[in-house]
């Protein structure tokens, strides 16, 4: 391959990733990548529950860096921030942070939960990264950091 041929190709490379990176920008500041993380999340989600799983660790539904979730009943203040989180709807929120940030927080439909065995059972509102949701009957029944 002559010289030429190679600073041609890498002149295309460079241009493409030029591109490519770019186009990521765009596409995280309009808030695209937080609609698709969202869309992904929910939809991983529902389909765990909707499974004969009986413990699904939350890492390995989302595709985006997390360090703590935050589970919200309707209507629950949230302190951190001074804020009601309200969907008069009957949905329940999780909230996911990285370093003390909300990155995505995402709607749980009531019909996807056993709602007294969520009362009943959870016992922290905040998990780290080994979050497990516990699902009975194709319901989220608990959420639990693992081993606990």
Not at 9 to 37: D, E, F, P, Q, R
Not at 115 to 135: D, H, Q
Request: glycine share 4%; net charge positive.
């Amino acid at each position: 391959m002559s010289w030429k041929k190679f600073a041609v190709m890498i002149m295309i490379t460079s241009t493409l990733l030029y591109c490519a990176i770019v186009s990521y920008i765009n596409l995280y500041n309009s808030g695209i990548l937080t609609s698709y993380s969202n869309y992904i999340t929910q939809k991983k989600l529902k389909e765990a529950i909707s499974s004969n799983a009986k413990k699904v660790k939350i890492s390995e539904l989302t595709t985006f860096e997390w360090d703590e979730l935050c589970f919200y009943f309707p209507y629950q203040y949230n302190l951190q921030n001074n804020s009601f989180i309200e969907e008069g709807d009957g949905r329940y929120n999780i909230e996911f942070k990285k370093l003390n940030e909300i990155i995505l927080v995402i709607n749980l439909s009531k019909n996807l939960l056993d709602e007294e065995k969520i009362i009943l059972n959870l016992n922290s509102r905040c998990f780290g990264i080994g979050a497990e949701i516990l699902i009975e009957k194709k319901k989220l029944i608990n959420i639990h950091n693992s081993g606990a």
